[in-house]
DNA sequence: TTTGCATGCATTGCATACAATGGATACAGT
DNA sequence: ACTGTATCCATTGTATGCAATGCATGCAAA
């Protein structure tokens, strides 16, 4: 299906900066880009616009960065939901319903995640902290709060991709990392809630206002 | 715009119980019920699959109902939003940003709820009380997390709108109500946000699996 | 110079024709 | 009877033409 198709690369040059924030999107531009005709390219911009990644204006659909408010928002709902996943993957832990070949991916994530920070490989380490944060609520074994989660993650990585800069106390946020994982390990539920939602608040960055481009 | 039309009318005839979960939809039938051609209203049916009332199938759509499990996880994303909207609105009540006439509203609203709840008129009793809940999502001005919740919300109330019995403890549905507006009335953040989310988990109910119908 | 207005044009909205797909059905062979 | 297979048909997928919309541009008038 090539509505799908569109869908998932339209999604990923928004998601890796290509098309940035205030950039104008036609109908028929997508169309030529793809290779396709305009009805495909035109379900996968309203379904764009469902993740919440493109605003459809009267002429054409503009790539969103959330204002700052939002951006301040987004983290407070990501933070909460996150709060919820580490600390059901937690309880599931101490319950024995995870298998521990998940918790040692886990570890190895989190290392490699260090490590490429540290070396300061920022597109990299954006995308495996990622994938440790997804890792997390995936065994949480949550699909709802999975489904949100990504959402949101959308959301913040494309409001927040423009100011992308070497971070700052990457040796905190390894920490937070390891103390997460910690407390999963050891089935300390509240304890992994709690981190979660500190990590995550301690991460938020400012958004930089998108030009009105074209 | 026709497909906003479609989308508002379907999502309207899902959520009020006139397509019921299991209900096969396809496009030409959509289209001829509500006259107009198939173009708005495929758009609109892959808009309540991004909203998460229908499914795609290869063969037309399916109105959704959350298996047991997924409710539970719905609730759980519900629960864990709804505390962090009524603590924020508490925090802004405690700041002095939010106006009285708000919560003279919101009063009066937790009234009419009970006395509509407790004479047993059930479909006006869901109305309401998603408007109370709504209400405090929105006094606490976090777009995300209202849009978040208007999707739970959905996908909750079609999934319990077949199983709809008189609430059997009315009395303490309101009382969490009132305590709820007293908490955010005084600014008592936290305990806003614990009683929210108390409440949310209180009033899970399960599911009836949606019979494969047509 | 500025404001109002008309006109053109880019672009989307909608309808419809045609292609592709895949599930159901009927029939043949064992 | 049972299984495999060919065929049909319902239904969606895609392309494209035409209508509608609204923004931009230019021109005229004050």
Not at 29 to 42: H, K, Y
Request: glycine content about 6%; overall charge neutral.
């Amino acid at each position: 299906m090539q509505n799908e198709v569109a869908h998932r690369r339209l999604r990923e040059l928004i998601l890796d900066g290509t098309y940035a924030p205030g950039v104008r999107l036609t109908e028929v531009d997508a169309a030529a880009a793809l290779e396709m005709s305009r009805t495909p390219v035109r379900e996968a911009l309203r379904a764009l616009a469902a993740d919440g990644l493109v605003r459809t204006t009267g002429r054409g659909v503009v790539v969103v960065a959330l204002d700052p408010g939002d951006l301040e928002d987004a983290y407070q709902v990501r933070a909460a939901l996150e709060a919820l996943t580490a600390e059901t993957a937690a309880t599931r832990q101490r319950d024995g319903r995870l298998a521990p070949a998940d918790l040692t991916a886990l570890r190895t994530l989190a290392d490699v995640t260090a490590e490429t920070t540290s070396e300061g490989r920022l597109v990299e380490a954006v995308e495996l902290n990622r994938r440790f944060h997804r890792r997390i609520a995936e065994l949480a074994g949550n699909r709802i709060a999975l489904e949100t989660l990504n959402r949101v993650w959308d959301q913040i990585q494309v409001s927040t991709l423009r100011s992308l800069k070497p971070v700052v106390r990457h040796a905190h946020v390894s920490a937070q990392h390891d103390d997460l994982l910690a407390a999963i390990t050891d089935g300390r539920a509240q304890d992994a809630g709690q981190i979660a939602r500190r990590h995550v608040l301690d991460t938020r960055t400012t958004a930089r206002q998108p030009p009105e481009q074209q």
